[in-house]
């Protein structure tokens, strides 16, 4: 799957799950992808390793400067701490809101959906998340259902770590075909 031409924003702060940053940036990279980090301001980020600090990363752009359409899709790695602290800010929910409103793909794992709560687009919608969200979910008026990967129309989400390989396959498909009617 060949995704050249395509920039793709992975928005996160510190506390995002490692391994839920690094695989799916290595699939996007490896398909051809620009990647771009945003975060609440620019410099670098600190990983959750399962229990402990992981890997820094430098996050490219602060959300506050960027647009949805300087961007083709919009990736959300979880972890308890990253969308926590995202979740109010809100320029996180403007650029969230304009990837939905442009019908780009989007893609979000374990608890990165409690961004999309806050930012209003998860009613109506057919999704996954880590377990412990589902009640939450529910009451945003998504429809939450436990399963490794869920489509819906561009939105893309995964329970935890171990559906990585479903979500990346899933992300990169939606990428590949770009906005959704």
């Known amino acids: 799957m060949k995704l050249n031409g395509k920039k793709v924003a992975i928005l996160m702060t510190d506390g995002?799950?490692?391994?839920?940053?690094?695989?799916?940036?290595?699939?996007?990279?490896?398909?051809?992808?620009?990647?771009?980090?945003?975060?609440?301001?620019?410099?670098?980020?600190?990983?959750?390793?399962?229990?402990?600090?992981?890997?820094?990363?430098?996050?490219?752009r602060a959300v506050a400067d960027v647009q949805a359409d300087q961007y083709d899709a919009l990736v959300l790695p979880g972890g308890v701490m990253n969308p926590d602290n995202m979740r109010r800010d809100e320029n996180v929910q403007r650029f969230v809101r304009g990837f939905f409103a442009a019908n780009k793909p989007v893609a979000a794992i374990c608890h990165a959906p409690w961004t999309l709560i806050d930012a209003g687009v998860v009613a109506g919608r057919t999704l996954t998340s880590y377990p412990t969200l589902q009640m939450d979910l529910k009451n945003a008026g998504a429809n939450w259902v436990d399963q490794e990967v869920v489509v819906d129309n561009g939105l893309v989400t995964s329970r935890k770590p171990d559906d990585l390989p479903a979500f990346n396959r899933k992300m990169l498909e939606e990428i590949a075909e770009g906005v959704h009617a």
């Open 16 to 60: 995002f799950e490692q391994v839920e940053y690094t695989e799916p940036r290595k699939a996007l990279e490896e398909a051809g992808a620009s990647v771009e980090v945003v975060s609440l301001k620019t410099g670098t980020v600190r990983g959750w390793n399962h229990t402990d600090w992981g890997l820094e990363a430098q996050a490219d």
